[in-house]
């Protein structure tokens, strides 16, 4: 991304990602609620996810996703001039994670906010790191990191959502470039619909339902919802989306190397793949794996996929999301 004529273009320096150690399998689920191994499989393509420990907040998943992506950096936590953090999951109300985190670095004094669009954190992140890089001339490196312990507010009980959802976190440090070869992003393209927000919300311990025995006994501290109302939005705003931005930068899909969709569900993917026309090949899958890691989802997918080396230098990758909101996104990146 580059402002007229300011000469400054934003490169991806690294990117990290950072998952808990505990697998919980769809076995164990069987035994949670009243599901099986192959409904969970053949609905949702899901075969395991991973918990966060009781001690873990949002917080140490982010900084252990950033640790990553500035080593891949090559950079110290002393050249990061601003820190973001994607979340629905804060540590707490406030203060923000963003300042958890800074101080979890060790560092201090340098900006830092959240910002909430659950899972489309990643191209939400991305557009708001490239504005304020090129936009204010007052920063070289962001950290931008995306991360959510889902398994803290989804409700054990719920057999229709605590199948989906699992925790995590990815980072990129983005920097600014004055070599417009370098250049990493292409366009962002963004949205949201705040008139279907009841599709999916967590309704109390706001300013609106403040936490009280009620709210609690009505286990309204979990997360809600309306799973196919989702699933249709989901297909329809990220297949519209990613066609909008090809098309406005005169791209069609067989540019692109590698196509990162949010990972909610692999027969949402399958259908976006079909009506994009994605080969196999070129599609970047971690749902089976990890679930539904909300803001971190194409971070994670994306680092899988430079770690395994299949994305390298110089690969275009396209990039979706969607999430509560409902919020969506696109991005055209050059890795
Ligand atoms: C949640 C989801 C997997 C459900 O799949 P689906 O095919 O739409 O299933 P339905 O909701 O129609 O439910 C079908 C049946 O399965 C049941 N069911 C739901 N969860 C189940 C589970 N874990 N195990 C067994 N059965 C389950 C339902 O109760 C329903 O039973 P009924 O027909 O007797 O009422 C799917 O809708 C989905 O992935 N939605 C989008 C989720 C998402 O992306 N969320 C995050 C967005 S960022």
Known sequence: MRTKDSGRFVKISGIGSYVPERILTNNELEKMVDTSDEWIQTRTGIKERRIAADNQATSDLCVLAAQRAMESAKISRNDIDLILVGTITSDMPFPSTAVIVQSKLGLSNIPCFDYNVACSGTQYGIELASSLLTGSRKYRNILLICGDKMSSVVDWQDRATCVLLGDGAGAMVLSVTENGEENSIVDVLLGANGGLWELLFLA?????????????????????????????????????????????????????????????????????????????????????????????????????????????????????GFGAGLTWGAAILKF
């Open 204 to 320: 109390a311990g706001g300013s609106k339902e403040p936490a009280s025995f009620k709210t609690v006994e009505n286990r309204k501290h979990f997360l809600r919802m309306s799973g196919r109302d989702v699933f249709r939005e989901a297909v329809l705003v990220m297949q519209s989306c990613a066609q909008e931005i090809l098309s406005r930068n005169n791209m069609t899909i067989e540019e692109i190397d590698f196509v990162v969709p949010h990972q909610a569900n692999l027969r949402i993917i399958t259908a976006l793949q079909e009506r994009l026309g994605v080969f196999d090949e070129k599609i970047c899958i971690t749902v089976d794996k990890y679930g539904n890691t909300s803001a971190s989802s194409c971070l994670i997918a994306m680092d899988t996929f430079v770690k395994s080396g299949k994305i390298r230098r110089g690969s275009k990758i396209l990039s979706m």
